[in-house]
């Protein structure tokens, strides 16, 4: 099972930018197909930017063009780099497999964006 833990959340002024890392172990990283979820308040949990093991990326609608998902197989690692962050993409953000997510999820990271 995929063990997971992200980090790189923060409060940032509308336009700004961050980059979020989702640190991956206990499973053969090379296997799965990730993803970036988000669940803002009082909202269902959504997935907002996706890659396989060919690096192929798919993004939401509401994200193409600002963010951009990458995964780097020498540190297990997926990263989340996103620009022109919006007050609507307040939320906490996880990473988990796609299509299908594990039952385990992370604690996530909590980004916070204020106009």
């Known amino acids: 099972q995929v063990q997971l833990a992200e980090s790189g959340g923060g409060l940032v002024q509308a336009g700004g930018s961050l980059r979020l890392s989702c640190a991956t172990s206990?499973?053969?990283?090379?296997?799965?197909?990730m993803g970036w979820y988000r669940q803002a308040p009082g909202k269902q949990r959504e997935l907002v930017a996706a890659?396989?093991?060919?690096?192929?990326?798919t993004y939401a609608d509401s994200v193409k063009g600002r963010f951009t998902i990458s995964r780097d197989y020498a540190k297990n690692t997926v990263y989340l780099q996103m620009n022109s962050l919006k007050p609507e993409d307040t939320a906490v953000y996880y990473c988990?497999?796609?299509?299908?997510?594990?039952?385990?999820w992370g604690q996530g990271t909590q980004v916070t964006v204020s106009s």
């Open positions: 988990n497999t796609v299509p299908t997510p594990g039952s385990h």
């Open positions: 206990g499973s053969p990283f090379t296997i799965y197909n």
């Open positions: 890659i396989d093991s060919a690096e192929r990326t």
